[in-house]
C-alpha cells in the first residue's frame, strides 16, 4: 500500500466528471487500498478516486480516520437515492487546504453502491456521515465544496489559492 498525491484546486482532473467502475478487479482494489491509506496519512473523513487524480467513481470514507476498523466505508459507483433536511456547516477539502467555509448539506441521506467484494451496500446516513457522503460524490461529479459559494467568494479563495502555489513554486 502506498500514500498517493492529493492532487488540488486547479488540478483539471477535479473538475471532470469521473467514470463509472465496470469491473472491480485488483487494479480497483490496489486503489481503494492506497485511497484508504492515503485518507488517514492526511488526515481526512474521506477521499474520492478524483483526488487521488484517478477519475473513476470510487470513494473511501471513515470518521474515525483510522481508529476504527468497522467506521471504514469503500464505496463503488456510489448514488443518493434519497435526501432530506438541511444543515449548514463548517466544511473543508483535501484538496483545498486550509479553506473552510460554511456550507449547506442534508441532513439525512440513504446511499447506495457496491463494496469491493461486488456486494451492494445501502447506506442511511445522517449529520456529519450523510455531509461526508455528499461531498465526496460531488467530487465524483467534478464539483468542489466551493463550487456551492458566491462567485466572488469563489474566486477570492481560487486566487488566494493560486497565488499560494506560485509563491511554493519559487
Not at 96 to 122: F, H, M, N, S, T
Request: proline share 4%; hydrophobic share 40%.
Amino acid at each position: 500500500m502506498a500514500v498517493l498525491e492529493i492532487i488540488k484546486l486547479g488540478h483539471p482532473t477535479l473538475a471532470k466528471k469521473a467514470a463509472p467502475i465496470q469491473h472491480i478487479d485488483e487494479e480497483i482494489v490496489e486503489i481503494a487500498q492506497n485511497m484508504i491509506e492515503t485518507m488517514h496519512a492526511a488526515p481526512g473523513l474521506g477521499l474520492s478516486a478524483p483526488q487521488v487524480d484517478v477519475s473513476r467513481r470510487l470513494i473511501t470514507v471513515d470518521l474515525s480516520i483510522g481508529e476504527k476498523k468497522e467506521d471504514l466505508i469503500v464505496l463503488i459507483n456510489p448514488e443518493l437515492v434519497h435526501q432530506e433536511g438541511r444543515v449548514v456547516r463548517e466544511e473543508g477539502c483535501l484538496s483545498v487546504p486550509e479553506v473552510y467555509e460554511k456550507i449547506g448539506r442534508p441532513q439525512k441521506i440513504i446511499i447506495k453502491g457496491l463494496d469491493l467484494a461486488g456486494k451492494e451496500k445501502k447506506i442511511e446516513a445522517i449529520d456529519l456521515l450523510a455531509r461526508v457522503f455528499c461531498h465526496e460524490i460531488d467530487h465524483l461529479n467534478g464539483r468542489l465544496f466551493i463550487d456551492g459559494l458566491s462567485s466572488l467568494k469563489r474566486n477570492l479563495i481560487k486566487k488566494r489559492f493560486k497565488k499560494k502555489a506560485e509563491s511554493s513554486k519559487r
